[in-house]
């Protein structure tokens, strides 16, 4: 009983640590793609190929016939390998010109581009995320995060002071501190894989919906969390290993908006009545993918 406790409170200590270390993870800047260099012609097969061809209707016993034969073998082989590596030369050529084209377009902010590999980015992110839209050297982008009852859990391991192991239960303003820590960090972390990908981009504009599962037609239902501007000059020099989210959110973005209740700073959802840019944005979104819900037909 008491190994299974202790193994429980080591799950639920990760679980936080991983929430207060979300924004750290660091992205490598995205640099001009090189093609491979493509793998040399099989001189041993074709060698053999030659070789057996040379010597075709050429008995054992033939011996200057067979060195004749052997040496046209070595000669034919030659040339063929050279003819492969021309050929392969050219295509490492063309591939090499179809890749700094992409990385000219990835670099001047070609929207088709740029969103297709904010998507290849963004495919392994833990909270799903998409590139809406992209307008000069900036792009607009959607996180979507799950409710407070799948991210934060109900307790947390703490020592008595006696020394004994206790799992205490969250108040509610601890808990609901958790989870902004865990929405800010996953805007952090998406803006920053964002910018380290697409080195065109000077700015991201973020907003965070929340799933709040679906409606009685299986169409998925969000509320909006947050919506921030975050600049690439803004996150220069900023200590993410000794700044927490919250800090960071607070310091390095602009036209923040959030709706946080007073007693417990819960995040609440905000209303967009007064924000019809903001709506916008977020219609153009396609839930059923970024939720993964697909409805029913209509009957």
């Known amino acids: 009983m008491a190994a299974q406790r202790a193994e429980q409170a080591r799950e639920l200590a990760e679980t936080f640590l991983r929430i207060l270390n979300l924004h750290r993870v660091d992205f490598p800047p995205a640099s001009a793609p090189v093609a491979p260099a493509p793998r040399p012609p099989d001189r041993a097969a074709i060698s053999k190929h030659y070789l057996e061809h040379a010597l075709i209707g050429i008995g054992v016993f033939q011996r200057a016939a067979r060195a004749q034969a052997k040496r046209r073998a070595v000669e034919w082989t030659e040339a063929e390998v050279q003819r492969q590596w021309a050929a392969l030369g050219q295509q490492q050529a063309q591939w090499q010109q179809h890749l700094d084209q992409r990385w000219h377009q990835l670099c001047t902010n070609a929207p088709d581009v740029v969103i297709e590999t904010l998507e290849e980015a963004f495919e392994d992110n833990d909270a799903p995320a998409a590139a809406v839209g992209v307008t000069g050297d900036d792009v607009s982008l959607v996180v979507l995060v799950p409710p407070v009852e799948q991210v934060v859990p109900e307790r947390m391991p703490t020592t008595t002071q006696a020394g004994n192991l206790s799992l205490k239960k969250l108040p509610q303003g601890e808990r609901a501190n958790y989870y902004g820590l865990f929405v800010y960090g996953q805007v952090l972390v998406t803006v920053r894989e964002a910018l380290a990908v697409a080195p065109g981009l000077a700015s991201t504009r973020v907003v965070v919906l929340r799933n709040d599962g679906q409606d009685s037609y299986g169409r998925p239902r969000v509320s909006c969390l947050l919506a921030a501007r975050f600049a ?29 209740r007073g007693r417990t700073g819960e995040l609440m959802p905000l209303d967009l009545s007064a924000e019809p840019a903001l709506t916008a944005l977020i219609e153009a979104v ?14």
């Open 286 to 299: 396609d839930l059923t993918d970024l939720t993964g819900t697909h409805p029913a037909a209509a009957h």
């Open 232 to 260: 690439r000059q803004a996150l220069d020099g900023v200590r993410w290993e000794s700044s927490d989210a919250a800090a960071i959110i607070n310091d390095v973005s602009a036209e923040l908006l959030l709706n946080q």
